[in-house]
């Protein structure tokens, strides 16, 4: 069974930090392109960063430096680490799994909450 779970989120000021979690378990890890998307209300959910499984990055526009996205193969998670967080940043934060090689292999995580507010 194939769980992906994020931990991390919470409430914090605009400019703080925030490091999210990704533990999966059921994959094997090294050969899954990881992920992290965001959905706020009412918006579609967009692509924030993701991370290879040969270790090459991308993020998405609005990130601009703040964010990064790295992986620990041995512990299994990918960590989404967020500095200078806005409010607009304000979403439900996934996790994603995708096989390197077949794109019937995905699986999404249950979310984890991030609020940016005074």
């Known amino acids: 069974q194939v769980q992906l779970v994020e931990s991390g989120g919470g409430l914090v000021q605009p400019g703080g930090s925030l490091r999210l979690s990704c533990a999966a378990s059921g994959i094997v890890f090294t050969v899954y392109n990881m992920a992290w998307y965001r959905q706020a209300p009412g918006k579609q959910r967009e692509l924030v960063a993701l991370?290879?499984?040969?270790?090459?990055?991308n993020y998405g526009d609005f990130v601009k430096g703040r964010f990064t996205v790295s992986r620990e193969s041995g512990e299994k998670t990918v960590y989404l680490q967020m500095n200078t967080l806005k409010p607009e940043d304000t979403a439900v934060y996934y996790c994603h799994a995708a096989h390197r090689g077949s794109a019937s292999l995905a699986y999404w995580g249950q979310g984890t909450q991030v609020t940016v507010s005074s």
């Open positions: 991370v290879t499984h040969t270790g090459s990055t």
